[in-house]
């Protein structure tokens, strides 16, 4: 008997993994059927999540910790014991501010960190206080582009002016000038550049080489509930994943994903982030970037606590929340890596030995322990060169120079 | 309803329509200070400036999180909770979901004066779906028709039949083919493009 499972989405590339499950036939086998809800906000999203009348959510990694600290609207416990992707997001800027940034593409888009200043220095040559779009407040690219904007002395809460949109809406909003640039999930920063409106200024690959992106989320009780079912929901997903990273299938992948129930973008546009091609201004040849955009090589899907934890110390930084042992240990807690192994217990997926990890610490592919086969991890520094460590979140927020 | 004159409402919607459906369902049940505000450029300035003791929102509406931020941040609001009501109603909840009504209450205002309002969004949300989807029909078969009568003329034309022949011989190869007239007419437009029939 088929089990009908609903799960919430949000038009954008990195669905990719659910969509494969239900249209390829990776969830059949297991024996379910996915009614994947595409939904047009975050805040919709997590409502259908959070009062049930959906079973899971693609869902931004800060928001399912912000929603379990209880700050975003109703609290309510959510897991995530699978990530969806890592990476996918580009800054992308008007062209007439990024005419002030180092023109060479390539050299602009290597060097986070030199672009960070000369983007501080362009600033103050703009007409206005730059207002950027970040498609949620509690979303991995606004974590990723204050971290960056910080790293050269930027206070994103008083130099800059965050405007939250949702990514469908960003291109209009700069074409009619609400704002300078924006932050988001593919394929809407390629949609700007296509359309002539902006360049790319930085890549969140290169800000964080392996950034958590979106996650599985489900209501912690009702994941107890339903073990089984969750286990074939994971092992679905991750012969899907495998299905979407293998480079043969991207075309095939990004037209599935082009279809109106879906991103209903352009194929062409959706297929750059999935090959890492891409073009970072208008009628200018790609720039390769591999690891643009992740679902499955390098044990992708594992929710590393470690992960929860970081984005936990940035919601502090950034005086979201409240820093206490209780918050830290119910924000790590969302991430569920013994769901994963108990789901994934009997195939030949790699599973880490460990839970947490420095995050950070990878400079080149390192093959690291593993219960099964072999398992290299992708390299994952901060473009600053820091080292999370989750036992000594204090250190760490410690070691940032304070803006104010 | 003595208590509801004093509550200001204000309905976030770029569909003039289901906000005006809604509009009149409020002031038929006495609620007079209603304003309409359309998700576009400064409307989050101006809803600071309205000072709501209830924003209605449609829950489709791609502005919800831009919205739910300045709630979040504004020091002008009292703010204003994303609110189903009574969140131990499952029942109330998932009505309001299924009609694509969300409200967000300023902190405070006592249950039972929100939740006439929000019933009354949740039917009027539900009308406004049903009209919705008689115009859709409504509209396709105005479009049926007119493919239907191009289709005709092609065969008038081509065939020097009449109207009634045409539209005879388009019902019995649709009744053949086991499809309906307004695909056979189609695919017959098409095929008389393709070959510059030009009608």
């Not at chain 1, 416990?77 to 940034?101: E, I, Q, R, S, W």
């Not at chain 1, 040559?125 to 990723?144: D, E, Q, T």
């Not at chain 1, 982030?273 to 073009?279: D, I």
Request: glycine content about 6%; overall charge negative; aromatic content about 6%.
């Amino acid at each position: 008997m088929t089990t009908n499972l609903r799960i919430a989405f949000l038009p954008l590339t990195d669905v990719a993994v659910l969509a494969v499950a239900q249209e390829r036939g990776f969830a059949e086998e297991e024996g379910l059927s996915l009614d994947l809800v595409r939904t047009t906000s975050w805040a919709t999203l997590r409502d259908r999540l959070v009062y049930g009348q959906v079973q899971a959510a693609h869902m931004l990694a800060p928001l399912a910790v912000a929603v379990t600290l209880g700050l975003s609207q109703q609290p309510a416990a959510l897991a995530a014991p699978y990530k969806l992707n890592v990476n996918g997001n580009m800054l992308v800027m008007a062209k007439d501010f990024a005419a002030a940034l180092d023109p060479d593409l390539a050299g602009r888009l290597a060097d986070p960190l030199g672009t960070a200043h000369d983007f501080a220095a362009a600033i103050g040559l703009w007409r206005r206080k730059p207002v950027i779009g970040v498609v949620h407040r509690f979303s991995s690219h606004a974590l990723m582009l204050r971290y960056w904007l910080a790293s050269a002395g930027v206070d994103p809460d008083r130099d800059v002016v965050l405007r939250v949109l949702p990514p469908s809406l960003t291109v209009e909003a700069l074409h009619a000038g609400e704002i300078d640039g924006f932050i988001a999930g593919e394929p809407w920063g390629s949609a700007a550049v296509e359309a002539g409106l902006a360049e790319t200024v930085a890549v969140g690959e290169r800000i964080w080489r392996r950034g958590v992106e979106k996650v599985l989320a489900f209501r912690q009780n009702w994941m107890e509930e339903n073990p089984e079912t969750v286990d074939r929901l994971l092992r679905a997903l991750v012969r899907a994943a495998a299905w979407c990273d293998e480079p043969d299938n991207h075309s095939a992948l990004a037209d599935l994903l082009a279809a109106p129930r879906y991103v209903d973008q352009p194929a062409d546009l959706i297929r750059r982030a999935l090959a890492g091609e891409m073009v970072n201004r208008a009628g200018e040849p790609a720039i390769p970037n591999p690891d643009f955009m992740l679902f499955s090589r390098e044990a992708t899907p594992f929710p590393w606590r470690s992960q929860a934890l970081w984005i936990y110390s940035q919601l502090v930084r950034w005086g979201m929340v409240e820093h206490s042992a209780d918050s830290a240990a119910r924000a790590g807690a969302v991430f569920r890596p013994d769901v994963f192994r108990r789901a994934l217990a009997g195939s030949d997926v790699p599973m880490p030995g460990a839970s947490m990890k420095l995050e950070g610490a990878v400079h080149s592919p390192l093959a690291v322990g593993s219960r099964k086969g072999d398992l290299t991890l992708g390299p994952d520094r901060f473009f600053d060169g820091r080292v999370f460590d989750p036992e000594r979140i204090d250190d760490y927020l410690a070691g940032f120079v304070q803006l104010r | 309803m003595e208590f509801g004159h004093s509550m200001r409402i204000v309905i976030i919607d770029d569909s003039g329509l289901r906000a005006t459906v809604l509009e009149e369902g409020l002031r038929e049940a006495g609620y007079d200070d209603i304003h309409i505000v359309p998700p576009r450029g400064a409307f989050v300035a101006r809803l600071e400036r309205m000072a709501p003791d209830v924003v209605l929102m449609d829950l489709g509406s791609p502005s919800r999180d831009t919205l739910e931020e300045m709630l979040s941040v504004s020091r002008a609001l009292a703010r204003p909770i994303a609110m189903f009501v009574d969140q131990s109603d499952e029942a109330m909840i998932g009505a309001a979901i299924d009609a694509g009504v969300s409200a967000y209450v300023v902190d405070g205002l006592r249950k039972e004066r929100v939740k006439p309002v929000l019933e009354l969004a949740v039917r009027r949300f539900n009308a406004f779906a049903r009209i919705q989807a008689e115009l859709d029909e409504a509209r396709n078969a105005l479009s049926d028709r007119k493919v239907i009568d191009r289709a005709k003329s092609i065969l008038m034309a081509q065939r020097n039949l009449s109207e009634q022949d045409a539209y005879t011989l388009l019902r019995s190869s649709a009744m053949n083919q086991g499809k309906k007239i307004v695909d056979v007419a189609q695919a017959l437009i098409t095929a008389s493009d393709l070959l510059g029939g030009g009608l």
